[in-house]
């Protein structure tokens, strides 16, 4: 169901690879709700994944990009602005990437150009494209960014890895960056703390299977799923949202305020008597 949430809104969405990606969820619910937008990604993806059949769905031109060069961030925001006859309302940062994780190097062993390159594209672009979008000043007073987040940036989760370092940076450039472009310009930064979700680069996490039923056990509403997260988003690029910034908002059915649930509780005694437990 649609209810009109960005009629006559404008923006970009980073980081659709397929039907599985939150920003994909996230294009399909902006253009149901009545935006207009660009879609961006890397050349690989585009090849790899099927940017094009949403780019046919949702009307949108593509604009390809290395979230990490401001070069080609400085030509998506451009080619955005003329493309859309003007500047955007609202970002979407759906990037991640560890070639740690990619290539199970642990967190004691750690690539450290890997780890540069990692930090590079789940966190700094989320900088840079903040920073090019503030210079070619592209998105009206009162616009949304929103970036995804994890919440292995505040607690350690077995298997994330580097991503949780990258996360927690994420989560810093949206409070400092939020600051000086809510203060100039009345645009909101937040980031939203996803639960664990079967994507593309979800799958590559370690144990992701027995981390989503642990998850999900644990929280009182279940995991929230990509369209859930899609709508989400939704609503923090509407005008219902507009004196929320600077935050990490959490989107996991409850997850992050609780420590041990009935369901969780009923299958860690299911095992307890086991050896494997010894450890
Ligand atoms: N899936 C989960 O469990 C989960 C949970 C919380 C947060 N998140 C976050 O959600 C976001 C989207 O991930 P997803 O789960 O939809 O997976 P996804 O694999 O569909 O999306 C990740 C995207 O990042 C893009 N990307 C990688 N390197 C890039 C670069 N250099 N420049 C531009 N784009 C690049 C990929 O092409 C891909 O489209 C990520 O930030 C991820 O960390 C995911």
Known sequence: MAYNLLKGKKGIIFGALDEKSIAWKVAEHAHAEGAVFTLSNTPAAMRFGKLSELAHKTGSEIIPADATSPDDLWNVFKKSMEYLDGKVDFVLHSIGM???VRKKRL??????????KTLDISALSFH?????????????????????????????????????????????VARSFGYIYGRDKKIR??????????????????????????????????????????QYCITLFSDLTRKVTMQNLYH????SNMGMSLKAMN????????????D
Do not use: H
């Not at 979008?133 to 919440?151: C, F, H, P, Q, T």
């Open 267 to 278: 299958m860690y005694n299911r095992g307890i008597d086991c050896d494997c437990l010894e």
């Open 107 to 116: 967190y004691d062993d750690l690539n450290y150009d890997y780890f540069k």
């Open 189 to 230: 930064i937040n980031t939203i703390s996803q639960s664990p979700t079967i994507t593309t680069a979800g799958s590559g996490v370690k144990g992701m299977q027995n981390l989503i039923d642990f998850t999900g056990r644990m929280s009182p509403l279940g995991n929230a799923d990509a369209d859930e997260c899609a």
């Open 252 to 255: 996991d059915g409850g997850f």
């Open 128 to 172: 840079k494209m903040l920073q090019v979008a503030r210079k070619l000043d592209a998105i009206n007073e009162w616009g949304s960014v929103v970036a995804l987040s994890y919440i292995a940036a505040q607690r350690t989760l077995y298997g994330y890895n580097d991503m949780g370092d990258a996360k927690a940076l994420l989560e810093s």
């Open 98 to 100: 560890s070639l740690n």
